[in-house]
């Protein structure tokens, strides 16, 4: 396992459809985040794994946007409805158990929504 | 929230010079990650700095922990063109509140090299 790896890399949907992307972290690493990036930007904090369990969530993850880790080893983000503002690159990282902060990112999904 | 601002936005320089980019926030931070990104792909983490005061290297790449812990600085040595990126700062939580492990990043420093 040598990096955080996501599926699709690229993913061009029609308005209103149904995404799902896929995250597997690196195998140790117990702490599992999904960002979102935009032209120009940084990228912004989604939604935080520990294990299987989703502590925090951003006030940017709408009502249309769900994760899950259901065995505390990879995940999904899946986007309902999907709108244009959605567009943007989604990128998954991970980090090791206990006070180190160091998140390795995958090389994201870039999903375009027409 | 909490922010970070990067300065500056953008770099054009000649190779083999040197190169200096900073970070600064209005919150203390207790870590310091600088990541590189290239286009179409995910960032990549260059140094991570954990002490006030530290000074860590990676290669031609310096970064300092600012003694204030409210900035950071990454210098790149002998510029070259595959250093051709955007450099981002990040850090975790911070005195605001919030996780510990979300990170807050800046908007970048474009750095483009000219053979």
């Known amino acids: 396992d040598t990096g955080v790896s996501q599926d699709p890399r690229h993913k061009i949907t029609k308005r209103g459809q149904n995404v799902t992307f896929r995250c597997d972290p690196i195998?140790?690493?117990?702490?599992l985040y999904w960002y979102r990036q935009t032209l120009g930007q940084g990228p912004e904090f989604l939604t935080y794994?520990?294990?299987?369990?989703?502590?925090?969530k951003s006030r940017l993850l709408s009502d249309r946007f769900s994760a899950e880790r259901p065995k505390g080893s990879f995940s999904t983000l899946e986007i309902q409805r999907t709108e244009q503002g959605d567009s943007a690159m989604y990128l998954c990282?991970?980090?090791?158990?206990?006070?180190?902060?160091?998140?390795?990112f995958g090389q994201g999904t870039r999903l375009t929504v027409v | 929230g909490q922010q970070l601002n990067q300065s500056p936005q953008s770099m054009f320089i000649q190779e083999g010079e040197d190169v200096s980019m900073n970070c600064t926030s209005s919150?203390?931070?207790?870590?310091w990650l600088w990541y590189k990104q290239e286009p179409g792909e995910g960032p990549v983490l260059l140094i991570a700095?954990?002490?006030?005061?530290e000074l860590t290297s990676n290669g031609r790449l310096t970064a300092q922990f600012g003694i204030t812990r409210k900035d950071s600085f990454l210098n790149i040595s002998a510029s070259i063109p595959s250093d051709v990126g955007i450099y981002f700062c990040?850090?975790?939580?911070?005195?605001?509140?919030?996780?510990?492990?979300?990170?807050?990043f800046g908007k970048g420093t474009l750095l483009t090299v000219n053979p």
């Open positions: 990282a991970s980090s090791s158990r206990g006070a180190n902060t160091e998140a390795f």
């Open positions: 195998s140790e690493h117990n702490r």
């Open positions: 794994f520990q294990n299987e369990a989703q502590l925090e």
């Open positions: 919150s203390i931070f207790n870590t």
């Open positions: 700095l954990y002490k006030a005061g």
């Open positions: 990040a850090g975790p939580g911070g005195n605001s509140g919030g996780s510990n492990y979300k990170l807050t």
